[in-house]
């Protein structure tokens, strides 16, 4: 778009204009999208997700076998072109389990970083918009949650709530609450200093809408790389929790239960053990990858 | 001045500094409790027949309702909770019948030697291979360094457990596989258990090296005619040690935690297998000695650190701010 514009056209006396002064506006999000699509490591870990996702919708279209079909007389049978993976002891097809497994890990992933997305932002917004007994409060109360280290808080739930997968969906949406809000916390404790708060203000904005269309948006970014490191480490949770027989109940093919299942037969099938463990790993480093990448591209700053 | 005045005169004001971290840990404290105390009252059903255990007869439920005064208001019944739990009862496990207290004794010096001894391969690893990837930046060193460290954080701990224990125990027969006993019960499980921190440790010593390897008084040392092994060693990996303390110290409460996962696997009698089997049976009591003596434990680990990062860094005043 260079020579467009008048600017360029030597006027005497006129200083022209600095090239590509009228080139179309970049927003921070065309920006930070062109910058996540030159990046080759996010890339891969992005088209992995996508791929995951693309398993998990169409499960029962790639899956060869029934995930809960017993075949006893095929029992613990290793890989082979018929059961890609081998089975497992009730003679399951591991292979099918695991596609399967990608649909409930991906689907405790998401809900459980939404679930702790919703109400951390809230409270990261209110506490750190209206500060005072407020943030206070609900500051301590984060302390707490912190104070039972990683899994262990997830575990605490479970105890409450009971074992089950739906329950995991809370636990690890419960437990990825501390992280959003402190993150969004510390976003509005300097946006809210900004004049065009001020200027929202002044013409009469209330405060939920100044949080909701002002401090909201200009918090996202971060918030978005935190939203999608979480999916990482809340498959990782769901799958320790259901590891440990907190979780996922037999027969559902989660990947934890799956891996808890082979561990018995670790000596003389230990295929059964192996795969889920990869599908796991692959997951949790794509999403992780692409956390990575989205950080890097939106704000390199940034330490979340 | 007479040499003991001197003492503490230095010494008082980190003495208060000390104090005023113990002083912000209370509320915490305080905060746990109340929600270790309200487990047994969120848990949907009667906590009197929870406490006593599902073999319970209804004689044995009532005579818990009275000596737990489960009849009478919350706050009543917190303040006597805690009253017990200072005196050191924590009542008894609904399994066993046992007092808490001596289920816990018997499970946590597992538990701490696990986590020392994965904490220790977490700390030697972490900050050797960050510092030599740091170093050798960009060298196949740090690249595979990195791509491993990066595996550490995504890779399950249980699956990598049951992979060490597949190759090292049940295929070479190294080690033995489950249980504890001498040392060499516990080489694999605290592997297990501090690979994730070593990596995460690595990463944050490597960037933390980088950012000091670039600074002006490094160059200096260069051009003064130092060994690289002096500028390393004795100019930047003190004050690159600072962010690694941090990472350190809550890398230490992830342990604890872990170290739930990793005592199941290798089917190790620590706190974190108590827990579980705790929840599996229903065992209450049980159940919040443990979440109890866990997360004092981890509040215990932040306030050593804090306290170290005055010994690392003396640009930390323990004054006002």
């Known amino acids: ?304 | 001045m007479p040499p003991v005045y001197l003492l503490t005169y230095l010494l008082a004001p980190m003495l208060r500094y000390i104090l005023r971290r113990l002083l912000y840990m209370i509320p915490i404290v305080f905060g746990v409790s109340i929600v270790v105390f309200l487990i047994l009252h969120l848990v949907p059903g009667d906590p009197a027949r929870l406490v006593a255990g599902p073999d319970a007869t209804l004689e044995d439920v009532e005579i818990i309702r009275s000596s737990l005064g489960l009849d009478r208001p919350l706050p009543v019944q917190y303040v006597s909770w805690m009253g017990s739990l200072l005196h050191g009862d924590l009542g008894r496990s609904a399994r066993t019948h046992r007092p808490v207290t001596h289920e816990l004794g018997l499970t946590i010096p597992a538990t701490v030697e696990l986590t020392l001894a994965a904490m220790a391969i977490a700390v030697f690893i972490g900050v050797g291979a960050g510092t030599i990837a740091a170093v050798r930046r960009n060298s196949f060193f740090d690249y595979s360094s990195m791509v491993v460290a990066l595996m550490g954080v995504c890779t399950p701990s249980f699956w990598l457990g049951l992979m060490l224990m597949l190759v090292f125990a049940v295929k070479l027969d190294l080690f033995p596989t489950i249980g504890r006993g001498g040392l060499d019960h516990l080489v694999l499980p605290a592997v297990t258990l501090g690979a994730g921190a070593a990596a995460i440790i690595a990463r944050v010593t490597r960037s933390s090296m980088l950012e000091v390897l670039n600074m002006d008084y490094i160059r200096t040392a260069h051009a003064k005619g130092l060994t690289a092994q002096t500028v390393v060693l004795r100019h930047a990996v003190k004050n690159a040690f600072i962010p690694v303390i941090t990472v350190i110290g809550l890398e230490f409460g992830y342990l604890l935690a872990g170290a739930v996962v990793t005592e199941t696997v290798f089917a190790y009698p620590g706190v974190g297998r108590l827990l579980v089997e705790a929840i599996g049976y229903r065992d209450y009591p049980v159940i919040q000695g443990s979440l109890l003596l866990l997360a004092l434990q981890f509040a215990l680990v932040n306030l050593a650190v804090d306290v170290l990062y005055v010994f690392f860094d003396p640009r930390i005043s323990y004054g006002t701010k």
Request: charged content about 15%; hydrophobic content about 50%.
């Open chain 1, 1 to 304: 778009m260079r020579g467009k514009g008048p600017g360029n056209k030597a006027v005497p006396g006129v200083l022209p204009l600095a090239p590509g002064y009228f080139r179309k506006p970049r927003s921070l999000w065309s920006d930070a999208w062109r910058r996540l699509l030159r990046n080759p490591v996010a890339m891969t870990g992005g088209v992995i997700a996508i791929l995951l996702v693309a398993v998990a919708l169409g499960a029962r279209y790639v899956a060869p076998y029934d995930p809960v079909a017993q075949d006893l007389a095929n029992s613990l049978a290793s890989p082979s072109p018929t059961h890609l993976a081998g089975t497992d002891v009730h003679g399951r097809d591991i292979f099918s389990r695991i596609i399967y497994g990608t649909a409930i890990s991906l689907r405790i992933g998401f809900l459980g970083m939404l679930l702790g997305c919703l109400i951390g932002v809230t409270l990261g917004l209110a506490s750190g918009y209206y500060g005072g007994w407020l943030d206070m409060v609900i500051m301590r109360l984060l302390d707490v949650q912190l104070a039972f280290p990683g899994l262990l808080l997830a575990i605490c739930i479970i105890a409450v709530i009971g074992p089950g997968l739906e329950n995991v969906i809370v636990a690890v949406g419960i437990f990825s609450v501390p992280m959003f809000a402190r993150v969004t916390r510390g976003q509005v404790l300097s946006l809210k200093q900004q004049d065009y708060v001020l200027a929202a203000r002044m013409m009469g904005a209330q405060d939920g809408r100044i949080m909701i269309r002002h401090l909201l948006p200009n918090a996202l970014a971060p918030i978005l790389v935190i939203a999608t490191l979480r999916i990482a480490t809340a498959i990782l949770t769901a799958a320790s929790l259901s590891f440990l027989g907190l979780g996922a109940q037999p027969p559902t093919p989660e990947w934890g239960a799956m891996l808890s299942d082979g561990r018995q037969y670790l000596t003389i099938a230990p295929h059964v053990a192996t795969t889920p463990g990869l599908a796991i790993l692959v997951t949790v480093l794509s999403f992780n990858l692409l956390g990575d990448g989205l950080r890097d591209a939106l704000d390199p700053r940034l330490r979340v």
